[in-house]
């Protein structure tokens, strides 16, 4: 069963791989972009329905990653969800000053319950 489309963006495999294993687990086609690098020609190919952007990464913010991607008219409608380790109050005024949703790393109930309500709304 494909409940929809979503793009994992991280620095960091281990993330990658476990919040893949969970959310292909209860049936989304999940595809997996290691770092910041090639992630618009991955989003161009995979055409996600929500991307799971890591706030904390090298050389390329997450934060900065997510205005190049509002600013592309092939990425732009796609809705984007931080999802970072960071101090939670930091994330949720980041999320704030960029209107996107966040979800903490580790908050399983939260990744399942906001991806859900995202991807309806894409349907």
Do not use: C, H
């Amino acid at each position: 069963m494909n409940r929809g489309r979503i793009l994992i963006i991280d620095d960091r495999q281990d993330d990658l791989s476990l919040t893949k294993e969970l959310l292909e687990k209860v049936g989304y086609n999940v595809v997996e972009n290691l770092g910041w690098l090639g992630s618009t020609k991955t989003i161009k190919n995979f055409k996600p329905d929500l991307v799971l952007l890591d706030v904390n990464m090298p050389a390329l913010s997450g934060e900065r990653l997510y205005e190049l991607l509002e600013k592309n008219l092939k990425t732009e409608g796609i809705p984007v969800l931080f999802y970072s380790s960071m101090d939670e109050n930091f994330l949720k005024r980041l999320a704030l000053q960029k209107r996107v949703d966040y979800i903490p790393k580790g908050d399983v109930f939260q990744l399942y319950k906001k991806i859900s309500f995202y991807i309806k709304k894409s349907y």
